[in-house]
């Protein structure tokens, strides 16, 4: 790595962690045409088994196994992850999706990491979270 490259890095890395500041006293609004977007296919049983392994896999270090935002990682994180109880319910599936898929802050986009199908699935997990209490 160049030194060039170095503080090429070290900016962007400084604008990323400004912007997260920005970013966390507003609540995460997606735009409008997010509440349109729909899963592709019919999801099933064996998707929400699915998105039960997504989540564990990528999602419960910061929102907890319960999705109470209680994950190993949450504490690092400025803002925290909140909870998903009392959050999530009055968002549409497809909010849900593009945020999972945007990412924002201490949020990783997941557009590279999981398959279209992937984010719906786990979208589907997150849901049953908040239902079972
Ligand atoms: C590195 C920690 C981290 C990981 C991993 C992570 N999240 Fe998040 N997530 C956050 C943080 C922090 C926020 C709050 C972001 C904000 O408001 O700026 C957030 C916000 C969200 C929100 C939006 C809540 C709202 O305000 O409406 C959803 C939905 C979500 N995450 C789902 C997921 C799913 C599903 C996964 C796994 C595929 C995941 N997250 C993985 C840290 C994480």
Redesign the pocket.
């Known amino acids: 790595m160049t030194l060039r490259s170095f503080y090429c890095s070290l900016c962007l890395w400084l604008l990323f962690s400004f912007s997260g500041v920005i970013?966390?006293n507003t609540a995460?609004t997606a735009p409008p045409n997010a509440d349109s977007l729909t899963s592709p296919i019919p999801l099933r049983t064996e998707d929400l088994q699915q998105g039960a392994l997504?989540?564990k896999k990528?999602?419960a270090?910061?929102?907890g196994s319960s999705g109470k935002g209680d994950g190993m990682?949450a504490k690092a994180?400025n803002?925290?992850?909140?909870s998903f109880h009392g959050?999530?319910e009055q968002?549409s599936d497809g909010v849900?999706f593009w945020?999972?898929t945007e990412g924002?802050?201490?949020?990783?986009s997941?557009k590279d990491k999981?398959s279209a199908l992937e984010r719906w699935q786990?979208v589907l997990y997150?849901r049953t979270l908040v239902q079972s209490e």
């Open positions: 970013a966390q995460w997504i989540y990528n999602c270090f910061c929102h990682a994180l803002p925290p992850p909140k959050l999530i968002q849900l945020k999972v924002r802050a201490g949020m990783p997941f999981l786990v997150i």
